[in-house]
């Protein structure tokens, strides 16, 4: 095929990987910038067979479907609706091409929604070390940090009680709370939940940078970490900062440039978090598409980090499927069938189609947030957990 179907990033790991096996560092293998647990777990491939890693990539998918199901589960979602919702990440041609091209999301996809069901049942020892290491494989769910402390509320959480989840036939509203829930959460910031998520999350993926560190030094701080968050590709990048990157690529940019294109992504990102805090799984979404849609550098892989958390939100959505749902997909899939267009035109017919590459991505940004913000608007908030009763809130009342 001209367009070959195994992913370029799945040689490398593969490349790294042989590498480790033969007791070298994974990161001779250039472009692989990845952490060096993703190339143990793929050793596999050079002894079992090459495809191994594509099985567990396949594996985890599925894993991911079945963490979704348990999700839903546990938020009382009725059974056809909780089928319904699932189709949409196991039948999703996008989600699965991901995983058997040899990408790794899946693994990734699969660690955070294991957070989020250890976070509903109270198990904040297991959910903080999961989240230590998803942030130590791949950076971007960091994002994620602001919301979980907002959601371990003292209210929610206590000692020695198990959180107690709202029912999804209750459909609690709560949306007015939110300048009061900044003040509980200034006021209460330093809670042993809090405190002990932190502390333990820090201390896992601590632990395993300084392990990797005292393995490969300087190389793997910069690949697997520090590149991440300077990283500029004028290649195969949906951004609306591409053209910019492609005509100043050979320099370095400058402070204000770097500032420009970082604050309107962390604004975006402050907003979503204190408004939809307590509804998580729903705040983790539209976060993550507002991650991806505002980031410097957008590829393909990037979309299924919020497509794995989109069958979390589909019960609580009183958009339709007819039209609005369908105007939605064939926004978004149109705008990014455009982008594939002039980008097959520059990659492989070596036309020069910088400009209306750049024009297919700024279609393509502002697809995604009509479709998030449509979101948004159809969305009812619904708080995860119920407020405990304690002997203050009984004096009050």
């Not at 546990?74 to 699965?96: A, C, D, K, M, Q």
């Not at 959910?127 to 509320?153: C, E, F, K, N, Q």
């Not at 590149?227 to 370095?252: A, M």
């Not at 749902?325 to 069938?337: M, N, P, R, Y």
């Amino acid at each position: 095929m001209e367009v070959r179907y195994t992913d370029v990033d799945y040689l490398v790991f593969s490349d790294a990987a042989a590498l480790v096996v033969v007791g070298k560092s994974p990161y001779k293998r250039s472009t692989y910038r990845y952490s060096p647990l993703i190339a143990f777990i793929l050793t596999p491939n050079s002894f079992i067979h090459r495809s191994w890693g594509k099985f567990l990539f396949s594996a985890s998918d599925l894993l991911v479907g079945y963490f979704i199901r348990a999700i839903l589960k546990l938020r009382g979602v009725p059974e056809n609706l909780t089928i319904y919702s699932l189709l949409v990440w196991l039948f999703n041609p996008f989600t699965f091409t991901i995983g058997t091209r040899g990408n790794c999301e899946p693994i990734i996809c699969a660690i955070i929604l294991w957070i989020i069901i250890c976070i509903m049942r109270g198990n904040l020892f297991q959910g903080a070390v999961w989240y230590g290491l998803v942030v130590h494989m791949r950076i971007y769910p960091i994002i994620y940090a602001l919301p979980i402390v907002l959601t371990l509320d003292p209210n929610h959480f206590q000692r020695g009680k198990k959180p107690t989840t709202v029912d999804w036939n209750s459909r609690q509203h709560k949306s007015n709370e939110t300048s009061n829930r900044l003040w509980v959460f200034f006021q209460s910031i330093f809670t042993r939940s809090r405190i002990l998520f932190g502390l333990i999350s820090a201390t896992v993926f601590f632990f395993c940078t300084g392990i990797f560190f005292y393995l490969y030094e300087w190389e793997f701080l910069h690949e697997a970490l520090l590149y991440h968050l300077t990283r500029t590709d004028p290649r195969h990048n949906f951004s609306i900062y591409f053209y910019h990157i492609y005509l100043n690529y050979e320099r370095e940019f400058a402070v204000l440039e770097k500032l420009i294109s970082f604050l309107p992504q962390l604004i975006v990102q402050i907003v979503l978090v204190f408004r939809f805090a307590q509804d998580f799984p729903f705040c983790f979404f539209v976060q993550t598409v507002a991650f991806v849609a505002f980031n410097k550098v957008i590829t393909a892989q990037y979309f299924v980090w919020f497509f794995c958390l989109l069958p979390l939100i589909l019960p609580w959505s009183k958009m339709k499927l007819k039209w609005e749902g369908i105007l939605c997909v064939l926004v978004w899939i149109g705008a990014q069938t455009h982008w594939l267009f002039w980008g097959y035109m520059l990659e492989f017919k070596g036309n020069q189609v910088f400009l209306q590459l750049w024009a297919a991505s700024l279609l393509f940004f502002a697809a995604n947030i009509y479709v998030m913000i449509t979101i948004i608007r159809r969305h009812t908030y619904s708080p995860v957990f119920k407020r405990l009763v304690t002997s203050r809130t009984k004096k009050t009342t």
